[in-house]
């Protein structure tokens, strides 16, 4: 009897996944300055080539947005509509909520993208602190680098 149970919460360890098969996976993140009135948005595209495209992103709305059937009215249903636009071009496409921590990658871009006064693009290679997060991918670690 003498027994004191102690409540263990489990710890939950969100990490990017890589696709199986002929998927592409797309992680974005996006944030707004309303002080600036700027925004800062990304995309990264990884792995084989081919036609089934998998979206994963940690903005929940955007997510449930681009997966409704309903005619969006916001502020961003232009930006919605055009890749519903898209989404017949390939063999399936479906659009998927990831935790921040699974979307380090692509997080990071998009916040090193606020220290530049210009757009910027990286195409093959990405801001060194990127390459890191990207990496830690790849290899299943989550601490940064």
Known sequence: MGE???NRQETKRFVWEPPVDDVVKINFDASFNQHSRRSCSL????????????????????????NSAK????????????IKGRTPNFRRMCFRFVQRE?????????????????????????????????NCDRSGRDDGG
């Open 4 to 6: 004191i149970l102690k």
């Open 102 to 134: 699974a979307n380090k990658a692509a997080h990071g871009m998009a916040m090193e993208g606020w220290r530049y006064d210009n757009p910027q693009y990286w195409m093959e290679e990405v801001p060194r602190a990127v390459e890191g997060l990207v």
């Open 71 to 82: 005619e969006d009215r916001s502020c961003i249903s232009s930006m919605i509509q055009e």
């Open 43 to 66: 995309v990264i595209a990884r792995n084989k080539e081919g036609l089934d495209i998998c979206v994963e992103g940690d903005a929940l709305i955007v997510i449930r947005k681009l």
